[in-house]
């Protein structure tokens, strides 16, 4: 596997399940992200963790919990969602977090996880 | 929130035509980047810019930061089907954290 894997790529749950999106980067990076694409609106980042630590919490509804255990996964557990939460859930990882040549910051993202909350 | 509007909201267009796709924003960005983002996939990076009136080509697109660096365009030359996607600017701010524009979607008819 290269680059930013997600997995599921396609998720339905109803309003009272628990469930985890997974994240993997195969890249070496320190930096990973959680992002939310919705239809019509811009991308909204939900979550940053730099070397395995939470860096940018940005008032996520609590129902959303993060975990990242190494500075290769990334983990969004989900539970008692909402239907407007419905959407794309992307994750990104770049090199680092520190500004130092635009090359550390580029984000590479991954295929995202289609969630579905009915 | 740094808000970045994209215009038009929706493009299509026929091959072989040229297009050009604004991003424009009332606050001061350290740095521009522009992706394209094809159905079921995430965003894919096409270019950063960094610098207030830079201009950078890749192959058929061209893409430039206002003097300012509140605002950017992206021109495509002839384009083709292969063009078809959703292209997001994202502004970078503090921290590494970018603000997302709104979208356009572009179609290039074969």
């Known amino acids: 596997e290269t680059g930013v894997t997600q997995t599921p790529r396609h998720l339905v749950m109803g309003m009272t399940n628990k469930k985890s999106l997974k994240c993997e980067q195969h890249?070496?990076?320190?930096?990973m992200y959680w992002y939310k694409q919705s239809a019509k609106k811009p991308l909204e980042l939900m979550f940053v963790y730099s070397l395995e630590e939470r860096v940018e919490n940005n008032s996520v509804p609590s129902r959303f919990s993060p975990e990242c255990p190494n500075s290769s996964h990334l983990f969004l557990h989900l539970h008692t969602l909402q239907p407007e939460d419905s959407a794309l859930y992307l994750c990104?990882?770049?090199?680092?977090?520190?500004?130092?040549?635009?090359?550390?910051?580029?984000?590479?993202f991954g295929p995202g996880t289609r969630l579905t909350v009915l | 929130t740094q808000l970045l509007e994209q215009s038009p909201q929706f493009l299509s267009i026929q091959e072989g035509e040229n297009l050009t796709v604004y991003c424009n924003s009332s606050?001061?960005?350290?740095?521009l980047q522009w992706y394209r983002q094809e159905p079921g996939e995430g965003p894919v990076l096409l270019v950063t810019?960094?610098?207030?009136?830079e201009v950078k080509k890749l192959k058929r697109l061209t893409f430039q930061f206002g003097d300012a660096r509140k605002d950017s365009s992206l021109h495509i030359t002839a384009a083709q089907p292969g063009d078809t996607g959703l292209y997001l600017c994202?502004?970078?701010?503090?921290?590494?954290?970018?603000?997302f524009g709104t979208g356009t979607s572009l179609t290039v008819i074969p």
């Open positions: 890249l070496g990076h320190n930096a």
């Open positions: 606050s001061v960005f350290s740095s």
């Open positions: 810019v960094v610098t207030g009136g």
């Open positions: 994202a502004g970078g701010a503090a921290g590494n954290q970018f603000y």
């Open positions: 990104a990882s770049s090199q680092d977090l520190t500004s130092g040549s635009v090359e550390y910051n580029e984000q590479f």
